[in-house]
């Protein structure tokens, strides 16, 4: 497939880096976002999202340290709840890392909240954003997740992903085919959450809902990443929606072709890069820098704010009681960071009573996550990555230490598993109807691994995340003919066909 491969009408440098960002903000924006400071993962310093004051300087990403950073705020009830009893902040929340055994009181109301959001009928009535914004799997968490005003979101909507419940014992009659899921795996309650039910097919949806909405807020004219082909498309679809210039950085030939076809497709301008992912990362963090570009890749804090809506809505479709295991794939480990701050910040508002492990799954021939948490994460291991798997084919995470205390805090796991052992996954959840791209099979291959080594009970509850759509790679693990045989068009002819 030709890429449409483009000269970047950007700044001049260095010295022209604000170019595609306002030069001042509106007070509705500057008051949203006050409530919000980033914090270093490595460090803890802390800064404040707007350093220029209402001046836009460019977005920071990265802690002087060179760390990841972390959003940070305090979570209010929508000004519509303030006629509810006031609270003190140590009823709305208490300290993780200090093993407060209070548990805050406003959990139930919160889950009101949010179940009143879901119950909204999905549709869009003439003149008002408000029942989409209900309806978005997303922003139906929105106090949790970025409370900016509802005119600066862009949402289509995302998220109300499947939860299908495929366990031995979980699985209905009617589901017969799904249950060779909880067979395959070992499970007798076993969930797969399919995130390539969002708009795009894929997971990104939820953080590019989230990072498009910034960008938004800050007045930004281009935005930009680099991909393996999930972020590409997902970024292409929302910069389009808003009316941004979508720039995405591909290593050259490692792009399955359905991702590739949504990125052209939605107008994004299309760079391939000669090398991998690792190397389109660098490139695209530099030219951000440079030209003033908003950066959305899950560098990007707020990118993974969006993802931690997977985590609560898991959370609401199991009736606010949290699984004994989330188990899902490891690439630039942007959702075992989001989902594991997820649960970290429900169980903080007493919305769950206790916390989930989390078993990050990598593929063997892009381990590097693996490898730190086999040495205990005394230090971070990088590696030239080989993987069919190509969403999860990373060798140097973004992520890796937020992921490291998420793993770290719930006393989580990481397992390796091979291609061969991806692919003959994939196949069961494929029979089975469910269907999914590579990368998302590494999450059943993974649960199969740690059932049959005794690492995860056969009665213990769990949910496994499936991140991609089946036609987000129509060639690896598929048949490429609808048949090996060709019949004249008669009963007869078909009838032998069928006695085979």
Known sequence: MAINSVGLQLGQGAGGGNKHLKSNLPSDAMDALSSISLRCIECSSLYPVLEGGQSVSSPRYRCTCGGVLDVEMKFHFPKTWQSQPARKESDMFFDFAAGNDEAPTAGALWRQLFDERASSPPIWPMGTDKYLLDCSGVWRYRELILPVPEQYMVSRPEGNTGLYPVGIENCSGGRIGHRQIGIYAGLERFFLKHEGENPTGSFKD??????????????????ACASTGNT??????????????????????????GKLAQSLAYGADTIQIRGDFDDAMKLVEQVCDEEGIYLLNSLNPFRIEGQKAIGFEILQQLDWQAPDWLVLPAGNLGNTSAIGKAFRQAYQLSLISHMPRIAAIQATGANPFYQSFKKNFSEKVSVRANTIATAINIGNPVSFARAKQVIEESEGIVEEVTDEEIL?????????????????????????????????????????????????????????????????????????????
């Open 206 to 223: 939820r953080g590019m809902t989230v990072g498009v909405t910034m960008a938004h807020l800050l007045g930004a004219k281009a935005v």
């Open 232 to 257: 590409s498309a997902s970024l292409a679809s929302y910069a389009a929606q808003a009316g941004m210039q979508g720039i995405v950085f591909l290593p050259a030939g490692n792009v399955a072709g």
């Open 424 to 500: 003959a996954a994939k196949a069961v959840i494929d029979r089975a109807g469910i269907g999914c791209e590579p990368a998302s099979a590494t999450t059943l291959a993974g649960v199969r691994k740690l059932v049959a080594c005794g690492v995860m009970k056969r009665d213990e509850r769990v949910v496994g995340v499936l991140t991609g759509n089946l036609l987000k790679d129509s060639k690896v693990g598929i048949p490429q003919q609808a048949s090996g045989i060709v019949v004249e068009a008669t009963l007869e002819a078909v009838r032998r066909v069928l006695a085979q």
